[in-house]
Structure formats: C-alpha cells, structure tokens
C-alpha cells in the first residue's frame, strides 16, 4: 500500500522511529524487542499528543450536540412527515451552535495517514530493504527484534511457527477487544443521551460489528497492531478524563441545559483526607445573649416619691 505522493510522510514516520529507536539504544539493547516496544509506544504516544487539539475540538462539537438535543427532538417531532425539511432545520440548527456532526471523524482522518506510514515502513523492514532514510543497521535489527517470541515485522499468516501465531493472535484479540471498549465508550453516552435518534442506533450496531475488523489485522505486522492497540488505550483514558469533566448535560422542563458538577478525578480523590485524619469541626461560638435592664418600679427611681 505504498502511495508516491505519502515519501515524504513515510520519510518522516521511519525518521522519527530512528530517533526514538535510537534514544532507548543509550540505555537499552538496540536489537531488543523491548527497545521496538518502547519505539512504537512512544512513536503512538508522540502522535496522539500532536492531534489531541482536533479531539478537543471533536469533544466540544459532540458536547454542543448532546446540549442541542431537546431542540433536535422538537424539530424532528414538528416536521416528521417532512426528512427533507427536518434534517434542514436540524443542518440549520448545528451550524448556528457552531456544531459539527461531522467532527468525530476528525482524529480518525488525522490517524489514518500515519497508519499508512507505519504499515508502509514496516512492510519495507520485513522485505529487508533500507528504504526512507532507513538505514541497513536499522532495519536488521528491527527485523530481528522478537517481541514475545513473534519478530516485529511478521504477520499471523506469515509467520512459520505456531507460537508465533499465538503470540500475533493474542495481539490482534487484545486489539478487537480495545476497538470494541472504544467505540462502546462513546456510543454508550449517545445512546444515554439520545436513546431515540436513529443514528445513535446505528452507532449501536457499529459497535458490535466493529470488533470484527481487528480480525483484517490478521496480515498486518506485528508492530503495527501493537500501535493500533496503544491507540485505542490512549483513546480509553482520553475519552474518559474528558468525559468525567464534562458528564452529560441535564435539562430543565423548558429544556435549558442546568450546569452538572463535574465528577471528582482519581487524583482528587487519593489526596482528599480520609475521614479518621480530618480535623474535628470546631466547637460552636457561645450565643451571646445580652441582659437587658429591668424596669425597676416607679417608687424605686431616683428622685420619685412615693405617693
């Protein structure tokens, strides 16, 4: 799947895997498998970091939409004998909020070319050929670098041993099973917030069919399915520091959005004091209750007489 115009794309990808490689040589074996593990980790790591402005911007979309709801359920109530107009108004009313339904797709586009660069990359290491700037040195050892066994390059219909293909199998069930995590993360909290909107159902059977295409990574190298698996863990913790800032909205009779406090972090939650070491309350101030004078009888004032 090499593609002309993507050199200079999978240029940069095989130069960025030298440096890291090369980084973790100073202190660890260069032709270890544990050396590549770390270079593809922190390759993943490295490039989710670099598109996590676009998952900001993708969260914050899917937030106006969660908020925009009750008003999407009006409009498809008023002109349900009418799709044309409905999904007009609907188009109508995401554009104004400054909504895009579209913005979930936006760390899938900016991943895929990168997927294509390590697939490309990895494809010329099991070939055996020192190509975008790779060198000879490099590319034998990531050739021969084992991970659990399985080289790096190898993929389950490739590999000629049996433990092998265990090993590569194990990967890809821990990727089906990471996809499935992934996809059932966000599609719970639609669904949650829009149990009647029919694309919600159909991201409901995505996210049991999407399991399935971890299997294609069958004949995918085994560094490549250790990034797919990295990615989808770092999607996990993602999704969930942002879901729990921002829980779902909440809405009042008229259906304005009332303001949700925030679940408190895991952090948060270990530095709170445990209830034996808090400082007991203090005691209560003392009620200051002022005297005021009696009235002393007329006979008993100064300068009155007694009649």
């Given at each position: ?33 544990l050396t590549w593990a770390l270079t593809i980790i922190t390759l ?152 009647d909107n029919p694309m919600a159902q159909q991201q409901k059977i ?102």
């Open positions: 799947m090499e593609l002309s115009w993507l050199n200079w794309l999978y240029t940069a990808v095989a130069q960025v895997i030298a440096w890291i490689h090369q980084a973790y040589s100073t202190v660890l074996d260069p032709n270890s498998g993943t790591i490295f490039m989710r970091i670099l598109i996590f402005p676009l998952f900001l911007k993708q969260m914050r979309s899917s937030r106006k939409m969660q908020e925009l709801a009750p008003k999407v359920q009006e409009l498809r109530k008023r002109y349900k004998n009418d799709k044309q107009r409905m999904n007009q108004e609907v188009m109508a009313l995401y554009q104004g909020a400054g909504a895009n339904p579209l913005g979930g797709c936006l760390p899938i586009v900016a991943q895929f070319p990168i997927f294509i660069s390590m697939f490309t990359v990895l494809q010329a290491i099991a070939a055996d050929e020192a190509k975008f700037g790779m060198t000879q040195e490099l590319v034998d050892s990531a050739k021969h670098a084992l991970i659990l066994g399985a080289p790096l390059p190898s993929t389950f219909f490739g590999a000629p041993q049996v433990a092998e293909k265990v090993v590569i199998g194990v990967f890809v069930a821990i990727s089906s099973l990471t996809t499935f995590l992934t996809v059932r993360q966000s599609v719970t909290r639609s669904m949650a917030q829009m149990p995505l996210m049991y069919i999407s399991p399935l295409f971890a299997f294609f990574s069958l004949n995918f190298p085994l560094g490549l399915i250790m990034y797919w698996v990295t990615t989808n863990v770092w999607t996990l913790g993602q999704q969930h520091w942002f879901y729990s800032r921002h829980p779902m909205p909440e809405f009042d009779a008229k259906g304005n959005v009332i303001p949700v406090q925030p679940k408190q972090g895991l952090i948060a939650k270990l530095r709170k004091t445990p209830p034996e070491e808090q400082a007991p309350p203090p005691p209560p101030e003392p009620k200051i209750v002022r005297q005021q004078p009696s009235r002393q009888p007329r006979s008993k004032r100064t300068g009155s007489k007694k009649s």
